[in-house]
């Protein structure tokens, strides 16, 4: 059994892999694609596979994806194949909980400004500090993530509204709508976020007439994908404050072009597609990867997280 | 019945005062004493009052302090008139509860690098974020405020050790400690955070043995009383970098003087006094005064959060 990493983890985590595994064949190795002929499992972050890497793969029967989006595989020409793929769903939300109400409290608690005065050696307690407490929130895709922020928010006294394709019921969520009814209901939100992953459903859902639907002191965050609303959409609602603040981790174009004019938007934050990062990833990553390994070498061809390549997700 | 307010609350307040409690006779004034010799009731932010102005308060029965911090008050004064003090005790806490999970996740997701960096237009994806999850957290002072930053703490999966004077068990502490156990039990500490009053018992207890007992990447978080702790040991501490960080909401002199060390140093994050304001502050005040009020108005003499003026808390 040929298991091909198309990245390098720690020395530590390759050793302590091998050594779990004696009688599987391990390679670490980054850009070089030559061992991907005889692999019968490649463990990637999902960017480095295109269709003839597909073909050329005789043997591949899974695809481990140490991440969550897989937007940027080959999807039909691994589906045609029947190759399984998995990803890491889950482990990203954790720290993506923790800098959605970052983000949040920081901007209810005046962080910003507390930051700037600093700087500036300025005493000023006449800040227009206010509190997430009683807010209502719009989780767009309550999955393992979203449903992870629904329940830090509700720890913070928030009434949750979650929002997917069917509406059907979530973990943590006071409330639950579909897709279509998603702009009668945004007058009602304090905060509207969304992790929904890039699917031909999301793509481009939000246009200007939610944003003109949301409250002016709203709060969007994406933490989802760049391509769930156009820049351009956004530039408009920012530069015309239809909205108090918006929190952008992914954008249409990464990195975010240097004349981007999010960049100077005093009511844009830009965080840099890091809200899932943390010391802690691919050791948790491993944790999935290691029990679904053991199970797929004792005969079980089916791990956690099975991602349909037909849906996207 | 004569009530004197020494501060100005909202139009629309007073008059929602007035209407509830049409037999009282009222007084909003700011920094004018006059009205004290025939009142009954003092409704103050406990700042404003010396033992000369209660021995000018013939008729005063009961100080209702709209803060809880009671420590520039006149105790011994007040004390030895048996003037009933309450405070209010508790409503601090969300918007306290909020400041401190909201500094602690900024630091841990890198967010004063993330704003840096876009005031530089920099794309920077090489932060050194991690979690909140899995921490420690050391409270002094688990009361109202201590116990809602310990529910808080605990939702994002941290381990929560009270640390008060007696060593007793006090809400949403995973453990409890005693002041003589403080220096012992910081090692295993990643967040000393304090909200202590200002007491004999809490007046510099802190000293440059704590610091040197607590782990090198810890976060302090001052958001109890300025004389809980040197300046000059903060400094030397901070200097040496003892400690990662202290977040400072309090300070012994406030305003910090502009030439304060403490402005320029990047360890150091200073809050001016500012982690418990929230557009709320004085509408929950009044919620805990007019039923209070209303008692006191039918003979019941005992306000909620009796304040001991000899213990002072």
């Given amino acids: 059994m040929e298991i ?11 050793q302590s892999i091998i050594a779990e595994f004696p009688d599987a064949d391990f390679h670490f190795i980054y850009k070089d694609k030559s061992k991907l002929p005889t692999a019968d499992i490649v463990v990637t972050y999902g ?25 940027k595989m ?24 923790e800098s959605v109400l970052g983000h949040l409290l920081a901007i ?4 910003p400004e507390i930051y700037e005065n600093q700087r500036n050696h300025k005493w000023e307690r ?30 913070f006294n928030v009434l949750t509204i979650g929002c997917n394709r069917s509406g059907n019921q979530a973990d943590y969520m006071n409330e639950m709508i579909s897709f ?7 007058p009602e939100a304090d905060i509207v976020i969304s992790v929904l992953p890039s699917t031909s459903d999301t793509n481009y859902l939000l246009n200007l007439e939610h944003f003109k639907a949301m409250k002016k002191d709203a709060i969007f965050m994406n933490f989802g994908r760049g391509d769930f609303v156009e820049d351009e959409i956004l530039i408009e609602a920012m530069k015309n404050k239809m909205i108090a603040y918006a929190v952008l981790d992914v954008f249409e174009k990464e990195p975010l072009p240097e004349d981007h004019p999010f960049w100077g938007m005093d009511n844009v934050i830009i965080s840099p597609h890091i809200s899932s990062k943390s010391g802690k990833y ?15 070498l004792d005969g079980d061809k089916e791990p956690t997280n099975l991602v349909n390549m037909e849906k996207g997700y």
Same sequence: chains 1, 2.
Wanted: net charge positive; aromatic share 6%.
């Fill in 180 to 186: 279509d009814e998603l702009v009668a209901k945004l």
């Fill in 282 to 296: 691919l050791e948790r990553a491993m944790e999935i990867f290691r029990p679904n390994l053991r199970k797929w």
């Fill in 126 to 155: 006449k800040l227009r500090s206010s509190e997430l407490f009683g807010s209502t929130a719009l989780i767009l895709g309550p999955g393992a993530i979203g449903s992870e922020i629904g329940r830090l928010l509700q720890a």
């Fill in 74 to 97: 080959p999807h039909s020409a691994i589906a045609k194949r029947g190759i399984t793929v998995s990803n890491v769903r889950g482990i990203h939300k954790t720290p993506m909980g």
């Fill in 4 to 14: 091909l990493f198309t990245f390098v983890p720690k020395e530590e985590m390759q």
């Fill in 47 to 71: 960017e480095d596979l295109d269709a003839e890497d597909i073909s050329n793969a005789l043997n591949l029967k899974w695809i481990m994806v140490a991440s969550a989006g897989v937007e």
């Fill in 108 to 111: 209810k608690r005046s962080l």
